[in-house]
């Protein structure tokens, strides 16, 4: 079946450094969206991507869709402490909006 | 503009009971997902309602149940509870035609 897998699981950063998390999936995804979830809290949307290649960037974050269709990347700049939290991807199966969430990545930012 | 509202927030069972949750979704919106969070996992998806109609289901067993109703909210009920169905219950609502979701702040289910 669909999987859609994250790397790293937890990263720890330096307040100030940048950070990235890489997501693949074994399938082409006609979309690719991003969440943020603070400890305790729930997954809050970030960003669709839906074009092959595109780029997108929100302040210090950047968004990125593979060529392929197949993985995608969220860089974060400068990273601070309000960054802190689990970041994951989503992907739809085939058509439909039921999306498979990614093993995400945990973030720390050490002040 | 109330965001997607769950209830209860926390509750506690036994093995071999029954569970029901509920959702309002945000105002505008009439589909309802639901997602089961284990602790450190990812949100798995249970299934989608849409025009109180299941319309997709994820690898979840019969036990798990649900309902939708014609004021767009939703039910999530789980028979026959086991250890294993401890975790956050997410319910998320979207437009049919768009992917954003949005959750609410979940349920968390403990099974003893």
């Known amino acids: 079946g669909q999987q859609v897998m994250q790397i790293p699981q937890y990263q720890h950063v330096q307040e100030g450094e940048d950070f990235t998390t890489y997501c693949n999936s074994s399938?082409?995804?006609?979309?690719i969206q991003w969440y943020k979830q603070r400890p305790g809290g729930h997954p809050v949307f970030l960003i669709q991507?839906?074009?092959?290649?595109e780029v997108k960037k929100q302040k210090r974050l950047t968004f990125q869709f593979g060529e392929a269709k197949k993985n995608s990347s969220l860089h974060i700049t400068a990273t601070q402490t309000t960054d802190v939290g689990t970041y994951f991807c989503a992907g739809p199966k085939n058509t439909g909006n039921q999306f498979y969430f990614g093993t995400g990545t945990s973030l720390t930012v050490i002040p | 503009d109330a965001g997607v509202t769950q209830s209860p927030t926390h509750l506690i069972k036994t093995r071999g009971q029954q569970v029901t949750l509920r959702c309002s979704p945000k105002?505008?919106?009439?589909?309802v997902s639901w997602y089961q969070q284990a602790l450190g996992q990812g949100p798995q998806f249970i299934f989608q309602y849409y025009e109180e109609e299941e319309r997709q289901r994820g690898n979840f067993p019969d036990r798990f149940s649900g309902h939708q109703f014609p004021n767009y909210s939703s039910e999530l009920n789980v028979n026959a509870l086991l250890l294993g169905d401890s975790a956050l219950y997410l319910c998320?609502?979207?437009?049919?035609?768009?992917?954003?979701?949005?959750f609410g702040e979940g349920s968390r289910l403990t099974v003893l």
């Open positions: 399938t082409t995804l006609s979309n």
């Open positions: 998320a609502s979207s437009l049919v035609f768009s992917g954003e979701l949005f």
């Open positions: 105002s505008g919106h009439d589909t």
């Open positions: 991507l839906v074009k092959s290649g």
